[in-house]
């Protein structure tokens, strides 16, 4: 287990390079599976999870050969005789897979994906979109899934329970080779699904309806290959204008589509941080109010959760962080993961003004003085904040596990030292 070493400091300064974002990569690393052709895809930020997926793909026949500069050639000759249990468990977006497999007609048996403990993860929505397009979907004895697609799939109209991102793209990859015309609705329309429709769309599929809650999928016979690029990661954006917000920094952030950061921009205002946006950048000031806005009638805000456009979860570890800095309080809602908040605890530990309410909200005061601790990521978007936490503190503090960290993070450390943060990585 590895372990980063950081002394808090702040006043950063300087400009970073936003990746390629890690939730179009997964969908579409596995919509390469629905073509013979040749896919190229660029931009990808080359962390574990796209390291995870790519091996799968090897596994399932499909010659990848990584460029050197962020993108790699997918050729697919799919043969299926299982996938490795340990690499499916490492990463949620291998269940991504069974959508373009299903699609050409391949059975599958595979375990339950892993990924994040952050709460539980419902696979409904995937059974009942896939059993719309005609797949046999079952949970084995020993709690394998099992998907028979019975012969070429069947266009349908689906209605999706929740507007899950993964089964939404699953019914999506599903549909683009079924029989027919399909429509989904209550669909998932953060970016990265967004950027996936796009990808399919230059594999020759025509789809409606791309950025809204209601998609139209016209099935094809076949896809062609394309090249595609991933968009950026707003997750990574969003957490290094918390960086900067809580530090005291004036940072530069480039690769971003501004028109995407509107829900951020929103979060971050009722803290009192706002940013300047350029055409593909933004610049977050060394000043700023960092006071949390109340509401109209004068009580304490609050800031939730919610499908796109709404509040992205993924962030809200990042709020709780940055609120702890800013003078005010304002109650923290998180609506879909029950186990998310529990790292609130090391934030405390740390000094943190922050009563949690239950598994779902806390109230965070500010502006608190955090000090040193030793304390472990529990996963991904909580390691980061834990990171924001220990460089706006006094004095030393060492983060355990950092692996989760850095399964959704492209070269952070190396991101970090640019811009003068005192960290280095430990080996054990």
């Not at 939730?23 to 596995?30: D, G, I, S, T, V």
């Not at 209605?159 to 990859?173: G, H, K, P, Q, R």
């Not at 809200?316 to 186990?339: D, N, P, R, W, Y």
């Not at 355990?400 to 959704?408: A, D, L, T, V």
Request: hydrophobic residues 40%.
């Amino acid at each position: 287990m590895s372990e980063y070493v950081i002394q808090g400091s702040g006043g950063f300064s300087g400009s970073v390079r936003i990746s390629g974002n890690k939730n179009a990569a997964l969908p579409c690393l596995a919509a390469s599976l629905l073509t013979d052709g040749t896919v190229t895809i660029s931009n990808l930020p080359m962390i574990q999870d796209v390291r995870v997926m790519m091996r799968l793909l090897e596994e399932l026949g499909s010659e990848v050969v990584p460029m050197g500069d962020g993108s790699c050639h997918i050729h697919s000759d799919i043969h299926f005789s299982g996938l490795t249990p340990s690499l499916v468990d490492s990463v949620r977006g291998s269940i991504l897979f069974a959508g373009p497999l299903l699609a050409r007609g391949v059975s599958l048996v595979i375990p339950p994906p892993g990924g994040d403990v952050i709460g539980l993860r419902r696979l409904d929505s995937h059974f009942t979109g896939l059993s719309a397009l005609g797949v046999e979907c079952t949970v084995r004895p020993d709690g394998n899934l099992e998907m028979k697609p019975h012969g070429r799939l069947k266009a349908a109209d689906i209605f999706l329970d929740e507007a899950s991102v993964t089964a939404t793209e699953n019914v999506i990859m599903a549909s683009s080779l079924a029989d027919g015309v399909s429509t989904i609705y209550n669909a998932a329309c953060e970016p990265h699904v967004q950027n996936l429709c796009h990808m399919l769309v230059a594999m020759g599929c025509p789809i409606e309806g791309i950025g809204s809650n209601h998609l139209t999928v016209h099935g094809q016979d076949s896809l062609s290959g394309c090249r595609h690029s991933l968009c950026f990661d707003y997750m990574e954006c969003g957490s290094f204008i918390g960086l900067a917000a809580c530090t005291h920094s004036s940072l530069t952030l480039t690769n971003v589509d501004v028109s995407q950061l509107r829900p951020i921009e929103n979060g971050f205002l009722k803290l009192g941080i706002r940013f300047e946006k350029g055409e593909d950048s933004i610049h977050v000031p060394r000043e700023q109010e960092r006071r949390i806005v109340r509401t109209y009638s004068g009580l304490t805000d609050k800031l939730d959760d919610g499908p796109w456009p709404g509040f992205p979860a993924d962030l809200l570890s990042i709020m709780c962080v940055t609120a702890s800095q800013m003078e005010g309080s304002i109650l923290i809602h998180e609506k879909m993961f029950e186990s998310r908040m529990f790292f609130i605890d090391y934030l405390i530990r740390m000094g943190a003004d922050i009563i949690l309410c239950d598994p779902h909200r806390a109230v965070v005061r500010g502006r608190s003085i955090l000090k040193g601790r030793h304390v472990i990521s529990p996963d991904v978007r909580a390691g980061m904040a834990l990171v924001v936490a220990a460089l706006s503190a006094e004095g030393e503090s060492v983060i355990s596990n950092i692996e989760q960290i850095e399964r959704g993070y492209d070269h952070l450390l190396d991101k970090l030292v640019a811009i003068g943060a005192s960290i280095r990585r430990n080996e054990h």
